[in-house]
């Protein structure tokens, strides 16, 4: 079931894991992997959960932030990083011991996750996801930060396309989450993407609402999505967010580049645009329709 692997990418030995074909990053904490996923799946579960799942790049920050907001009730930043409640990252203990409803976010494979006990109890998904091309590029910047992967643009988007990079195959990702949503027509999940969140965020907040059952009035909507643009959560993040502090990785690195849709022009290929429309063929439109 589990397996690590070393590779060496650039100028530094990339340790990384396989756990049931996903490939994932060292642990920044020194959790073991194979355990990690024990207490998850061994989770106790409540009724008021709410898991925010998204391949990384995708929108998790702004769509977290989102949902206190609406938790609350009011425009007021989360002082806590997301990756206090990300499920990969944190102890049994955090896991377990979190004031309801919960929060958590996660960029692991569904299938690792996702657990009986979850589907019975219909725990609320909010499921985001966006262009692999503005993915790719998003990702490069960020784990070139983290040395987690090659420093080269060409190399890093092969690496990208065979599913190689931390947190794994983004088509696979996808696959299991449409999968998902067939067979579980009943199950309570948003499914929204980055692109639309831009085009019409105030809609997305009022998605989340409804999800959550909680009252939100068109003026509160407007408020947090004021609140939530991207400068004003890039300032939060640099001023106010309280950040895990792991000897392994600086999770305060800059964490906002550009936040805007179609950026991938400037860097990507015609040869590696038509790869990735090739390889995805489609998908995000098909979840688009769910």
Not at 44 to 50: A, C, E, I, N, P
Not at 218 to 229: G, H, M, N
Request: net charge negative; proline share 4%; charged share 30%.
């Amino acid at each position: 079931m589990f397996a690590m692997n070393e590779k060496s990418n650039g100028p530094e030995n990339i340790r990384t894991f396989l756990v049931k074909d996903q490939v994932l990053p060292p642990q920044p904490f020194g959790l073991d992997w194979e355990q990690q996923v024990v207490n998850i799946q061994s989770m106790k579960v409540r009724d008021d959960d709410l898991i925010i799942c998204a391949y990384p790049k995708a929108g998790t920050h702004w769509l977290w932030e989102m949902c206190h907001m609406l938790l609350h009730g009011r425009v007021e930043y989360e002082t806590r990083a997301k990756e206090h409640l990300m499920m990969e990252f944190v102890s049994k203990d955090a896991l377990a011991n979190d004031d309801s409803p919960r929060i958590f976010n996660t960029h692991l494979y569904f299938s690792l996750f996702m657990t009986e006990k979850m589907k019975e109890k219909k725990v609320k998904l909010v499921h985001v996801y966006r262009n692999p091309k503005d993915t790719v590029m998003s990702l490069y910047f960020h784990y070139r930060q983290l040395l987690w992967h090659s420093q080269d643009l060409r190399e890093f988007v092969q690496e990208f396309l065979r599913g190689e990079v931390s947190f794994g195959d983004y088509v696979r990702y996808l696959q299991q989450m449409e999968t998902f949503m067939k067979e579980n027509p009943d199950h309570p999940v948003v499914n929204v993407s980055f692109e639309e969140t831009k085009r019409d965020p105030v809609g997305v907040v009022r998605r989340l609402a409804e999800l959550m059952k909680v009252d939100a009035s068109e003026k509160l909507c407007e408020d947090i999505v004021a609140a939530c643009s991207f400068q004003k959560m890039k300032m939060v993040d640099d001023t106010l967010k309280q950040y895990l502090q792991t000897p392994l990785i600086t999770f305060s690195q800059k964490l906002y580049r550009k936040g805007v849709v179609g950026d991938w022009k400037n860097y990507l290929t015609v040869a590696e645009s038509e790869m990735i429309d090739k390889l995805y063929c489609g998908r995000t439109e098909r979840l688009h329709s769910l």
